[in-house]
C-alpha cells in the first residue's frame, strides 16, 4: 500500500459530510455578509469614491471580499477539522491508523479547501447581483483561489494542532488575520495610503495576497503578479515545513 | 513459531519525568488471549498506546506481525484493531457511518456485508440508522468494538474493554472474544477484573510500576503461585488458640467455630498431617474439613504489593 487512498478519502468525505450538516449557514452567511458589504461599502462608499486606479469601486471591492472570507472559512474549517478530534478523543483512531502524515495533511486540508473554493464562488456569484465585475485572467483567477485555499487551510490546520481550547482556535483568525486583511488592502488601493504608511502596509504580508488576487481581475495590483506569487508560495511552503515538523515530533499530537 | 508481537527493551518516559514503562521485554504468540494485569497507573494504557502508535517510544522496539511499528508502520497498523478504555466517539455519526469510516481509514475497500456482520454480532444492528449521542454508554462501547474491528484486524487491543458495563454486555463481550479467538485473532487485554483474566485469558502478565514482572501461562501461575486454605469446621468453639498448636499460622473464624489454616501448595510440607496428629493428641475435635484453592485476584494483590525481585 503506497499511498492509502481509502483512508483519505474516508476523511475527506467524513469532513464534507460535517460541512454537509451546517450547509445553510455556511452557504447563507457568507451570501448575506456579502450583500451587506455590498451595501455599505459599495453603495454608501462607492457614491462617493466612484473609482479606484480606473475601476468602479463596486468592482474593485470585490477580490477583496472573496478573500477576507476566504482566509478566516479557510482557518476557521481547517483549524476546526483537526482540532475536533483532539477534543473529542477520537483522534486516537487516526493515530492509530495505518496514514501518513501527508495523507492525513491531503484529506483534511483537501476537504476545508473544497469548501473553501466553493464559498469563494458563492460569494463570486453573489457580487454578480451587484456590481458588474469582468475577470481578466479566469483561470489564474481560479488557481489563484486554489492556491489561497490550500495555504490558509494549511495554516488553519497547524492553528487547530496548536490550540488548546476554543478560544485559541478563534484567537488567530478574529484577532491577526481579520485585522491584517483589513489593512492589507482589501477594500481600498494601498495607493491611496500616505507614503509612511504605504511602507508599513508593505510588511502586511496579506497586501501580497490581495494584490495578486486583484491582478488577476483587472490586470493590475498594488504589487507586481510575481512578488504575489512569490509570496503566496513562500507562506504556503513555511505552513508545509512547520506542519512536517508538528507530524515529526508529534506535537500536541502524540505524547 | 514467531510472535505476532514482539517488544524489546521498550523504555517510556513523559516530558514530566515519570517514567512509564521500563524496559519492557514481551513476546505475544500468535493466535492466544493475553490478559494484562496490574494497578491504575502501572503502564498498561501506555503499552498499548506505543504498540498501536499513539505514543512515541522512548526507545526500545516492537514488531507486529514481523513488521516495526515505526518503521513499516503501514503494514503494522493495518493488522491491529484497538478498543480504548475512554468512550471516544463521534456524536453526530450514525453507527454505520462511523464502522463504515474506520474500515476505509484502516485501508480497506468497502465491504458492506462484512460491516453488517459485525453489527448484528454487536446488537447495534438495529441501531445502525440511530446517531452516536442518542446511544447508552453500553452501546457506544459496542460502536467501538466495531470500529475496530471493521478493518478485520489479526491482534485486537482491548483496554479495560468491560470496565463501566453491565452484566449482560459483558457477557457478549466475552463471547464474543472467544469466537474471535477461534477465528484467529490474538487478543490481548487490560483488565481490572481479575475473574474475567481468569476466565478467559491463556497468558496472563503482570505489570506494575513500569515492569512486567511476571508472564505466565494462567494454569501454571495459579498453580505456582496459588495458595491453599484449609478450613477446619470444630466440634466444639474455642475462644483463643492453644500454644500448642502456635507453630501453625492459625487463626480463628466464625466466632471460633473454624479454624483456617493457609498453606503453600509447592512447599515440600504443607504441615498439614503434623497439625491434625497434634490436634488429636489435644482432643480438639472437627466435623469436617474443606481445602480452597486461591483465586487469581488473591495471587494478585499477593504480587503487586510484594517488589519486584521477590514475586518472581
Not at chain 2, 172 to 192: A, C, F, N, P
Request: charged residues 20%; glycine residues 8%.
Amino acid at each position: 500500500m503506497m499511498f492509502n487512498r481509502h483512508a483519505v478519502w474516508s476523511i475527506y468525505k467524513f469532513e464534507i459530510a460535517r460541512f454537509g450538516r451546517t450547509i445553510l449557514t455556511s452557504l447563507l452567511t457568507p451570501v448575506i455578509t456579502t450583500s451587506l458589504y455590498f451595501i455599505v461599502f459599495g453603495s454608501a462608499i462607492g457614491s462617493r469614491m466612484t473609482e479606484v486606479g480606473g475601476v468602479p469601486y463596486g468592482a474593485f471591492i470585490v477580490p477583496g471580499l472573496i478573500m477576507l472570507s476566504m482566509f478566516t472559512e479557510s482557518i476557521s474549517n481547517a483549524s476546526f477539522g483537526i482540532y475536533m478530534p483532539k477534543w473529542a478523543g477520537t483522534i486516537y483512531e487516526l493515530l492509530s491508523a495505518p496514514v501518513s502524515p501527508f495523507e492525513t495533511v491531503v484529506a483534511y486540508v483537501g476537504a476545508a479547501a473544497t469548501k473553501s473554493l466553493l464559498l469563494g464562488l458563492v460569494i463570486f456569484a453573489t457580487a454578480h447581483l451587484f456590481v458588474d465585475v469582468q475577470v481578466a485572467h479566469p483561470l489564474l483567477m481560479l488557481g489563484f483561489m486554489v492556491l489561497i485555499a490550500a495555504t490558509f487551510c494549511l495554516f488553519g490546520f497547524i492553528i487547530g494542532i496548536w490550540a488548546k481550547s476554543f478560544e485559541q482556535l478563534q484567537v488567530v483568525p478574529l484577532l491577526i488575520v481579520m485585522p491584517m486583511t483589513f489593512l492589507g488592502g482589501a477594500f481600498y488601493s494601498i495607493d491611496m495610503l500616505p507614503a509612511a504608511w504605504r511602507t508599513v502596509a508593505l510588511f502586511n504580508p496579506i497586501v501580497y495576497l490581495i494584490s495578486g488576487f486583484r491582478w488577476t481581475f483587472f490586470g493590475k495590483g498594488d504589487v507586481a503578479i510575481g512578488i504575489s506569487l512569490a509570496a503566496t508560495c513562500g507562506f504556503l511552503a513555511i505552513c508545509l515545513v512547520i506542519i512536517s515538523w508538528m507530524f515529526k515530533t508529534g506535537y500536541r499530537l502524540k505524547n | 513459531m514467531q510472535p505476532i508481537i514482539s517488544i524489546s527493551n521498550l523504555t517510556k518516559t513523559y516530558k514530566s519525568g515519570h517514567q512509564a514503562l521500563k524496559r519492557v521485554d514481551l513476546d505475544i504468540r500468535k493466535g492466544e488471549i493475553f490478559a494484562l494485569l496490574g494497578p491504575n497507573g502501572a503502564g498498561k494504557t501506555t503499552m498499548i498506546s506505543i504498540i498501536c502508535g499513539i505514543v512515541n517510544p522512548s526507545s526500545g522496539t516492537v514488531t507486529a506481525d514481523g513488521h516495526d511499528i515505526v518503521r513499516d508502520f503501514r503494514a503494522a497498523r493495518t493488522k491491529i484493531g484497538l478498543v480504548p478504555q475512554e468512550l471516544h466517539t463521534d456524536s453526530f455519526e450514525t453507527v454505520m457511518a462511523t464502522v463504515t469510516f474506520s474500515r476505509g481509514l484502516f485501508g480497506k475497500a468497502p465491504h458492506p456485508a462484512h460491516i453488517e456482520k459485525i453489527l448484528k454480532d454487536l446488537s447495534l444492528w438495529e441501531k445502525r440508522n440511530t446517531k452516536i449521542q442518542e446511544l447508552s454508554g453500553g452501546m457506544k462501547r459496542r460502536v467501538m468494538i466495531a470500529k475496530a474491528l471493521s478493518h478485520e484486524p489479526q491482534i485486537l487491543f482491548l483496554d479495560e474493554p468491560t470496565a463501566g458495563v453491565d452484566v449482560e454486555l459483558r457477557r457478549d463481550m466475552w463471547g464474543l472474544v472467544r469466537e474471535l479467538r477461534e477465528s484467529g485473532v490474538t487478543i490481548i487485554l487490560t483488565t481490572h477484573y481479575i475473574e474475567e483474566a481468569e476466565e478467559m485469558a491463556d497468558r496472563i502478565g503482570v505489570i506494575t510500576k513500569g515492569e512486567l514482572i511476571l508472564v505466565e501461562d494462567k494454569s501454571v501461575l495459579m498453580q505456582k503461585l496459588g495458595r491453599k486454605t484449609l478450613t477446619l469446621n470444630l466440634s466444639e468453639p474455642m475462644t483463643t488458640i492453644p500454644a500448642e498448636l502456635g507453630e501453625w499460622a492459625l487463626t480463628l473464624k466464625a466466632d471460633g467455630n473454624e479454624l483456617e489454616y493457609v498453606f503453600d501448595t509447592n512447599a515440600e510440607r504443607t504441615g498439614i498431617p503434623s497439625l491434625l496428629r497434634r490436634m488429636s493428641d489435644l482432643g480438639i475435635a472437627f466435623k469436617d474439613l474443606n481445602t480452597r484453592q486461591s483465586s487469581l485476584e488473591e495471587i494478585f494483590v499477593n504480587l503487586v504489593h510484594t517488589p519486584a525481585g521477590e514475586a518472581s
